[in-house]
């Protein structure tokens, strides 16, 4: 990915994710901004929506994700505003992994992961993945997450009260 198109990617996340106000963009409820009221609204860069299609056909992560009738477009996670993204509960994986900065080791271990500001914990079943995220903010750390184990228990929970 270029540069050009990483400051339009963390542009678009910014708006999509965090401050969508600060253009005067609207979401809807399921976190979907209308593609042609960020082009309308965004006046610092040119946007299109054939780069906005790259922007999100190139993010290695899947920041983004396009409506079928091409229209909107939302982020797929990281919201620290509140949005109902449909996610649907399934059986997670027997591990998934957790990437932060080697200096938040020691309190995650002590107060477990916490999602602060975001809606939700970000995890991932590709430890490669868990590395870049760890690696945004310092030197990074992988957390291994055995969640077969954690599904187990509340299984075993749900099943005994």
């Given at each position: 990915?270029?540069?050009h198109?990483?400051q339009?990617s963390?542009?678009?996340?910014?708006i999509?994710r965090?401050?969508?106000?600060?253009?005067g963009?609207?979401?809807?409820?399921h976190?979907?901004?209308?593609?042609?009221?960020?082009?309308?609204k965004?006046t610092?860069?040119?946007?299109?929506?054939?780069?906005?299609a790259?922007?999100?056909?190139?993010?290695?992560?899947?920041?983004?994700?396009i409506s079928?009738?091409?229209?909107?477009?939302?982020a797929?996670q990281?919201?620290?505003?509140?949005?109902?993204?449909?996610l649907?509960?399934?059986?997670?994986?027997?591990?998934?992994?957790?990437?932060?900065?080697?200096?938040?080791?020691d309190?995650?271990m002590?107060?477990g992961?916490?999602s602060?500001?975001?809606q939700?914990?970000?995890?991932?079943?590709?430890?490669?993945?868990a590395?870049k995220?760890?690696?945004?903010h310092g030197?990074?750390?992988?957390?291994?997450?055995?969640?077969?184990a954690?599904?187990?228990r509340?299984?075993?929970?749900l099943?005994?009260?």
């Open positions: 990915m270029s540069e198109h990483k339009i963390k542009y678009l996340s910014y999509l965090y401050q969508p106000e600060s253009i963009l609207q979401l809807d409820n976190g979907w901004a209308v593609i042609d009221d960020i082009i309308q965004t610092d860069m040119v946007l299109s929506k054939d780069l906005i790259e922007i999100v056909k190139s993010s290695d992560k899947q920041r983004f994700i079928e009738d091409q229209t909107r477009i939302r797929n990281g919201h620290s505003i509140p949005v109902d993204l449909n649907i509960p399934q059986i997670p994986p027997d591990t998934l992994y957790h990437g932060t900065a080697q200096q938040n080791v309190a995650i002590q107060q992961i916490k602060n500001q975001r939700y914990v970000h995890l991932s079943d590709c430890q490669e993945t590395w995220v760890g690696s945004r030197k990074p750390a992988v957390l291994k997450i055995d969640t077969k954690m599904s187990f509340w299984a075993s929970i099943f005994i009260s």
